[in-house]
């Protein structure tokens, strides 16, 4: 099993542009978190999702979109980067509704 | 919401010596305790959890215990080794464990 795998591992971004972060988990997971680390400040939840087609609000969702077309992938899009954005980015998925976390090895996102 | 306060932020050890990382949460409704060792440039692995029907945990030279009147739970380690040096992560959740509160992590050093 692989696990967790994010895509890319590093990004620059200017002001005003999107992407999508990848996220994928081969371990038939139907719980996955995205979150994202800011100096001081730990982990924050971003959006997360309870099984496929289903997603919800972290504590910071402004500015971000999830979907969960499947159980496997779980996208992250930013729409218009901010410099507020720029952070690491980690992905997290979890067999159960209590069952321990897996995270990924984190995006590094740099929007100029 | 939930509110995880760690401490304390940075703390340096000789090698053998024990180690105690100390957090507390603010809603009484969370019933999971995971704690995450992150290396750097890697994302968080979990180390031990505990349940809130549980007032103590061991895995071979870690313990975590949990006081629910006080709404604290501890990391303990002992015998520490340098590759125990590492940044720790507390947290908390009311039973998603896809929604998990963090604290602000302690940076342990451990000296030879």
């Known amino acids: 099993n692989a696990g967790v795998t994010q895509t890319p591992k590093f990004q620059v971004l200017k002001t005003g542009q999107s992407m999508t972060l990848q996220c994928a988990q081969d371990?038939?997971?139907?719980?996955m978190s995205w979150y994202r680390q800011d100096p001081g400040m730990g982990l924050r939840l971003i959006h997360y999702?309870?099984?496929?087609?289903?997603?919800d609000q972290g504590e910071v969702p402004n500015g971000y979109n999830v979907s969960r077309s499947t159980t496997e992938d779980f996208p992250l899009r930013l729409l218009s980067a901010a410099p507020s954005q720029t952070s690491v980015y980690f992905c997290?998925?979890?067999?159960?509704?209590?069952?321990?976390?897996?995270f990924g090895p984190g995006t590094r996102l740099t929007v100029l | 919401g939930e509110n995880v306060e760690q401490h304390p932020s940075t703390l340096s050890v000789q090698e053998g010596d024990s180690a105690v990382i100390k957090c507390t949460y603010s809603?009484?409704?969370?019933?999971?305790f995971p704690w995450y060792k992150q290396e750097l440039g890697k994302g968080p692995q979990l180390i031990i959890d505990?349940?809130?029907?549980?007032g103590e945990k061991k895995d071979q030279r870690i313990a975590v215990t949990l006081n629910k009147t006080a709404k604290h739970f501890s990391l303990h380690i002992t015998e520490t080794q340098p590759e125990d040096s590492a940044v720790y992560f507390c947290?908390?959740?009311?039973?998603?464990?896809?929604?998990?509160?963090f604290g602000t992590g302690t940076r342990l050093q451990v000296t030879l």
């Open positions: 371990m038939n997971h139907e719980y």
């Open positions: 505990i349940r809130s029907n549980v």
């Open positions: 809603d009484s409704a969370s019933n999971y």
């Open positions: 999702s309870v099984g496929a087609g289903i997603t």
């Open positions: 947290a908390a959740s009311t039973g998603t464990a896809s929604k998990l509160t």
């Open positions: 997290a998925s979890s067999y159960s509704d209590i069952g321990a976390q897996y």
